[in-house]
């Protein structure tokens, strides 16, 4: 089957709507959200933004391509197809799909004016990482994509083939998980913040190269000083 080189989705004969293959948009979606986070921890813990602008200019091409060209051409969605290749597909509606990308070709145009053009950093640009890593994290973690979930909530007679099923799927009583498991999780978060608080009065961790575990050495010279020494005997001896 051949699909033309502009196009927002496949068509096939079992569907109404445009599809995409759900395994492949997750696997994709984690791919950039494992660069967005390496390069945004970057620029919060050490102040280098430069991976930070590069990934801003990637993830805006990467977006306009799946946007206004053809997803199967985007790189990230390449990796992530060939990655899930050996998988069953799991197909979702496109029209959903290309109102949250939408969402997220805004941000990134955002940053990209902020960060790369004006080359300016503050509280805004902490914003909309935050809000790229949430949506991301979402979709690769839980299977949720936020912006569909928006897509349908505004146009809910649209909404066909919703990731997980959600379209139609009420789930029952009790799905998920019951008030035994929520003390369960209270008494966990409980004992992991006692954890916390005994870590944090002990002492720091030392390295290999730390100077308490470091091995003494002997200084060359003062070896070579020890050798060249003559022995008490011979000393007696007259030398």
């Known amino acids: 089957m051949t699909t033309p080189f502009f196009a927002f989705g496949q068509t096939l004969p079992d569907y109404k709507v445009p ?28 102040g280098q933004f430069k991976a930070t602008q590069v990934f801003v200019v990637a993830f ?75 949506l991301m994290f979402f979709e690769t973690a839980f299977g949720i994509c936020i912006g569909c979930k928006l897509h349908d909530w505004l146009r809910p007679a649209q909404a066909q083939l919703c990731p997980g099923g959600t379209c139609r799927y009420t ?22 913040v006692v954890v916390a608080g005994w870590v944090s009065q002990g002492p720091e961790l030392r390295g290999m190269h730390h100077p308490a575990v470091q091995v003494p050495s002997t200084h060359p010279k003062a070896s070579e000083e020890e050798r060249c020494k003559v022995p008490d005997f011979a000393k007696a001896m007259g030398h």
């Not at 660069?35 to 921890?41: D, I, R």
């Not at 009583?173 to 929520?182: K, N, S």
């Open 171 to 192: 789930a029952p009583v009790g799905a998920g998980g019951h008030w035994g498991q929520g003390l369960l999780l209270l008494g966990f978060a409980a004992v992991m």
């Open 60 to 134: 805006v091409i990467e977006f306009s391509i799946r946007l206004f060209v053809n997803p199967r051409w985007a790189p990230a969605m390449i990796v992530g197809q060939w990655v899930v290749r050996g998988q069953e597909p799991e197909y979702v509606g496109a029209p959903q799909k290309r109102f949250a990308w939408g969402i997220g070709w805004a941000l990134g145009l955002w940053m990209l004016y902020l960060l790369v053009i004006e080359r300016s950093i503050g509280p805004l640009n902490m914003l909309v990482c935050g809000t790229c890593l949430l």
């Open 19 to 46: 599809v995409f293959n759900e395994r492949a948009v997750r696997a994709s979606a984690g791919i950039l959200f494992l660069l967005a986070f390496a390069a945004f921890a970057q620029a919060l813990l050490l």
